[in-house]
């Protein structure tokens, strides 16, 4: 059965049917060349109870392969992500080369969104900056959401907290580990979020993880890396580059505990250590003004958005071994 080919369980089906629904033109396109897979994924998906709510759908495409017609300005093929779509059971290429209709072959899989870091010293502009980048992406229409590290607001986090407000004291050791399971902790939820196609936009990283530990005294700089690989890495890292001095010009400098010139121009060559060599890394000049700071942040930040979009960028992986 083709449809046990493509398909290989009902909720890949529910996936798919879902998919087309939102993307009408790719469904016309199939239903222009008329595959045989295409009225037997029909007549299962119209007897699947979990399905019953998209009978407009199946009923719409039914008229389409009717009249054998596509509505008109539809393109005969509509690709949108260049890999194929991966079942239970098998590629729907093998389908469409076993029927024979191999010629145009779309996509199912979604595009997933954008993952982009802020990085810089204290200071320099990073929260400001994401905020109003994810404001500039929901004015194009896309979905973007703001998260930063730490994120205090877990078990972890309030840990981290009370030891960044002076509260508490730990081995250097000790908070670097718990700064990196704070990024693992939020790593199920990120994940799930760009593959729905959710553009994040970070405040901090894994790379202030290693720049302010690797600053302390007696702390390695490969080894503080360690903990941390395996992360899924940033497709851009914006690095808004400002000295220390500068930085400490800037309101409430100095509240917390790394907010101190030495601390923070060891950290700035840690970064710039970082970045050697690694193309995903652009540097911003973060003491200009405000406006044209986001101007140059908001361009590396559209510019990633849409070669992720296009090219069907994989999610790489943080220092791999």
């Given at each position: 059965?083709?449809?046990?080919?493509?398909?290989?369980?009902?909720?890949?089906?529910?996936?798919?049917?879902?998919?087309?629904?939102?993307?009408?033109?790719?469904?016309?396109?199939?239903?222009?060349?008329?595959?045989?897979?295409?009225?037997?994924?029909?007549?299962?998906?119209?007897?699947?109870?979990?399905?019953?709510?998209?009978?407009?759908?199946?009923?719409?495409?039914?008229?389409?392969?009717?009249?054998?017609?596509?509505?008109?300005?539809?393109?005969?093929?509509?690709?949108?992500?260049?890999?194929?779509?991966?079942?239970?059971?098998?590629?729907?290429?093998?389908?469409?080369?076993?029927?024979?209709?191999?010629?145009?072959?779309?996509?199912?899989?979604?595009?997933?969104?954008?993952f982009i870091v802020l990085e810089g010293v204290d200071r320099c502009g990073k929260t400001t900056q994401?905020?109003?980048?994810?404001?500039?992406?929901?004015?194009?229409?896309?979905?973007?959401?703001?998260?930063?590290?730490?994120?205090?607001?877990?078990?972890?986090?309030?840990?981290?907290?009370?030891?960044?407000?002076?509260?508490?004291?730990?081995?250097?050791?000790?908070?670097?580990?718990?700064?990196?399971?704070?990024?693992?902790?939020?790593?199920?939820?990120?994940?799930?979020?760009?593959?729905?196609?959710?553009?994040?936009?970070?405040?901090?990283?894994?790379?202030?993880?290693?720049?302010?530990?690797?600053?302390?005294?007696?702390?390695?700089?490969?080894?503080?890396?360690?903990?941390?690989?395996?992360?899924?890495?940033?497709?851009?890292?914006?690095?808004?580059?400002?000295?220390?001095?500068?930085?400490?010009?800037?309101?409430?400098?100095?509240?917390?505990?790394?907010?101190?010139?030495?601390?923070?121009?060891?950290?700035?060559?840690?970064?710039?250590?970082?970045?050697?060599?690694?193309?995903?890394?652009?540097?911003?000049?973060?003491?200009?003004?405000?406006?044209?700071?986001?101007?140059?942040?908001?361009?590396?930040?559209?510019?990633?958005?849409?070669?992720?979009?296009?090219?069907?960028?994989?999610?790489?992986?943080?220092?791999?071994?």
């Amino acid at each position: 059965m083709y449809c046990s080919r493509l398909c290989g369980d009902r909720q890949t089906l529910a996936r798919i049917l879902a998919w087309t629904w939102r993307n009408v033109a790719v469904l016309s396109s199939l239903c222009a060349f008329r595959p045989p897979v295409l009225h037997h994924l029909l007549e299962s998906c119209s007897t699947t109870t979990q399905l019953r709510a998209h009978s407009s759908l199946i009923s719409f495409a039914s008229a389409l392969l009717d009249t054998g017609n596509r509505p008109v300005g539809h393109p005969p093929f509509i690709t949108v992500n260049r890999r194929p779509f991966m079942t239970a059971g098998g590629s729907i290429e093998k389908a469409y080369t076993e029927s024979g209709d191999a010629s145009s072959l779309p996509s199912f899989s979604k595009p997933r969104g954008a993952f982009i870091v802020l990085e810089g010293v204290d200071r320099c502009g990073k929260t400001t900056q994401v905020a109003r980048v994810v404001k500039a992406l929901h004015a194009q229409g896309r979905a973007a959401e703001a998260i930063r590290f730490p994120d205090r607001t877990t078990t972890i986090g309030q840990m981290i907290n009370a030891y960044l407000a002076n509260a508490t004291d730990l081995d250097d050791r000790v908070i670097h580990l718990l700064f990196s399971a704070n990024r693992w902790e939020a790593m199920a939820s990120l994940r799930s979020k760009l593959a729905a196609g959710m553009t994040l936009v970070c405040d901090r990283y894994a790379y202030s993880g290693v720049a302010f530990s690797a600053a302390k005294d007696g702390m390695d700089f490969d080894w503080c890396k360690q903990c941390d690989r395996g992360l899924p890495q940033p497709d851009a890292v914006i690095y808004l580059d400002i000295s220390a001095e500068a930085a400490a010009k800037r309101g409430r400098y100095g509240e917390e505990r790394y907010e101190n010139q030495g601390m923070q121009g060891r950290v700035r060559e840690n970064f710039q250590k970082l970045m050697e060599g690694d193309s995903i890394w652009h540097v911003v000049d973060a003491g200009v003004s405000l406006e044209d700071v986001s101007e140059r942040v908001d361009k590396v930040v559209m510019a990633t958005a849409k070669r992720v979009e296009e090219e069907g960028l994989q999610l790489g992986t943080l220092w791999p071994a």
